[in-house]
């Protein structure tokens, strides 16, 4: 009999590994706090509650009821369009809207907004790969960069500053692209790059000779068609600083 306890007591040390065995008492058992055991095995410790899922920011939910809006608006126009499938399409309640926006010409006004910002972060980032000295490339590249961004959202260009009053006089004249295009422009007329007397006007100049031919119906719908006006722009913005296109 004794040698049946003391098999029972290794096992049950086995099994607990702990300071002093809970079953068999035996001093020498080393580890652990031992676990309940039952007929099945180890009891586990119950499982961590599930988390919350976590709201999102308001910017992202915000910028998620735009992206649809922008779609619903594209698909079917404006004044067709609900707030309900605005929501619906951005997966959320109703009254979330009513949280960003006003209106759906409240959404149109942030649609217009984010592209003009979208054609920009384009342009400053063409412009800013290129070398500090190179200002004839960083001309070039701002034209390039500026006909894309509207050759690539023509859809919502349309949509948001053509078709959807109100369109304004102002947007033509004074735009967060003209004031980047201004800022090159002087600072090349800084370094001795070209010869502009007012560069605001001169931005002013050659932002709406670029609006006007990236707005034209089916310009550029083709990759070479692109490619060509893409060329013949940035030619005519060098030339407008007096600077030879490099195909004279």
């Given at each position: 009999?004794?040698?049946?306890?003391?098999?029972?007591?290794v096992?049950?040390?086995?099994?607990?590994?702990?300071?002093?065995?809970a079953?068999?008492?035996?001093?020498?058992?080393?580890?652990?706090?031992?676990?309940?055991?039952?007929?099945?095995?180890?009891?586990?410790?119950?499982?961590?509650?599930?988390?919350?899922?976590?709201?999102?920011?308001?910017?992202?939910?915000?910028?998620?009821?735009?992206?649809?809006?922008?779609?619903?608006?594209?698909?079917?126009?404006?004044?067709?369009?609900?707030?309900?499938?605005?929501?619906?399409?951005?997966?959320?309640?109703?009254?979330?809207?009513?949280?960003?926006?006003?209106?759906?010409?409240?959404?149109?006004?942030?649609?217009?907004?984010?592209?003009?910002?979208?054609?920009?972060?384009?342009?400053?980032?063409?412009?800013?790969?290129?070398?500090?000295?190179?200002?004839?490339?960083?001309?070039?590249?701002?034209?390039?960069?500026?006909a894309?961004?509207?050759?690539?959202?023509?859809?919502?260009?349309?949509?948001?500053?053509?078709?959807?009053?109100?369109?304004?006089?102002?947007?033509?004249?004074?735009?967060?692209l003209?004031?980047?295009?201004?800022e090159?422009?002087?600072?090349?007329?800084?370094?001795?790059?070209?010869?502009?007397?007012?560069?605001?006007f001169?931005a002013?100049?050659?932002?709406?000779?670029?609006?006007?031919v990236?707005?034209?119906?089916?310009?550029?719908?083709t990759?070479?068609?692109?490619?060509?006006?893409?060329?013949?722009?940035?030619?005519?913005?060098?030339?407008?600083?007096?600077?030879?296109?490099?195909?004279?």
């Amino acid at each position: 009999m004794p040698a049946i306890i003391a098999v029972k007591s290794v096992a049950c040390c086995l099994i607990s590994r702990a300071p002093q065995c809970a079953t068999c008492l035996l001093a020498t058992c080393t580890g652990p706090i031992p676990r309940a055991v039952n007929e099945s095995g180890p009891v586990l410790p119950p499982a961590n509650p599930v988390s919350k899922p976590r709201t999102k920011p308001p910017e992202e939910r915000r910028d998620e009821l735009m992206t649809a809006a922008e779609r619903l608006f594209l698909e079917k126009g404006l004044e067709q369009t609900t707030i309900e499938e605005i929501t619906t399409g951005a997966g959320v309640a109703k009254g979330t809207f009513y949280l960003h926006f006003s209106s759906k010409a409240d959404v149109l006004q942030a649609l217009r907004a984010r592209f003009v910002q979208g054609v920009l972060d384009g342009i400053v980032a063409a412009v800013e790969g290129l070398r500090q000295e190179d200002w004839r490339g960083k001309l070039a590249a701002w034209s390039t960069a500026c006909a894309t961004g509207y050759l690539d959202a023509a859809g919502l260009h349309h949509l948001a500053f053509v078709a959807a009053p109100p369109a304004t006089k102002e947007g033509l004249s004074r735009n967060i692209l003209i004031d980047h295009l201004t800022e090159l422009l002087a600072a090349g007329f800084g370094e001795n790059a070209w010869s502009v007397s007012d560069p605001g006007f001169t931005a002013v100049f050659l932002f709406n000779a670029l609006h006007g031919v990236v707005n034209q119906p089916g310009i550029g719908e083709t990759p070479a068609a692109r490619a060509e006006l893409l060329r013949a722009l940035e030619v005519h913005f060098l030339h407008g600083l007096g600077l030879p296109s490099g195909i004279d």
